[in-house]
């Protein structure tokens, strides 16, 4: 018995590969942009808002954290933070800040608003934020 296999077979495969890699990675870097979009949102929403300088104090960067601060409270850190992660470069490292000279006693719970904190809350469900990006990209 001889076993052939046609070489148009082959490439038509090779190509057929490499659209479901491409595929893949496009749809991996879908998902850690939709958990830091999810993840961010929370810690941003579960903010304690006075005068909605806290609030407006969210910096969304890349590799560093950022310095900023603003005195507005009409910044919509949200919107900015959505902005910055859809234009980052694919599985880009990014941080979220809030440099206010309060901001860790917020975070410590020093807000009925927010007894046990943002930021940790949120991480705590970053598994819940990343289930539901996976379900987003499907």
Not at 119 to 138: G, S
Request: hydrophobic share 40%.
């Amino acid at each position: 018995m001889t076993i052939r296999i046609g070489a148009g077979r082959f490439f038509d495969s090779k190509r057929m590969v490499r659209k479901f890699a491409d595929k893949s990675l496009k749809r991996a870097e879908n998902v850690m942009r939709w958990t830091q979009i999810f993840l961010f949102t929370d810690v941003i929403i579960s903010s304690p808002v006075d005068t909605g300088r806290f609030r407006a104090n969210w910096y969304a960067t890349i590799d560093t954290p950022s310095g900023q601060t603003t005195t507005s409270t009409k910044r919509n850190s949200l919107t900015a933070m959505k902005k910055e992660v859809k234009n980052a470069a694919p599985f880009s490292n990014m941080m979220l800040t809030n440099n206010l000279e309060y901001a860790m006693q917020l975070e410590n719970g020093h807000s009925g608003q927010a007894p046990m904190g943002m930021a940790r809350l949120a991480i705590r469900r970053a598994p819940m934020h990343l289930r539901n990006a996976v379900r987003k990209v499907k």
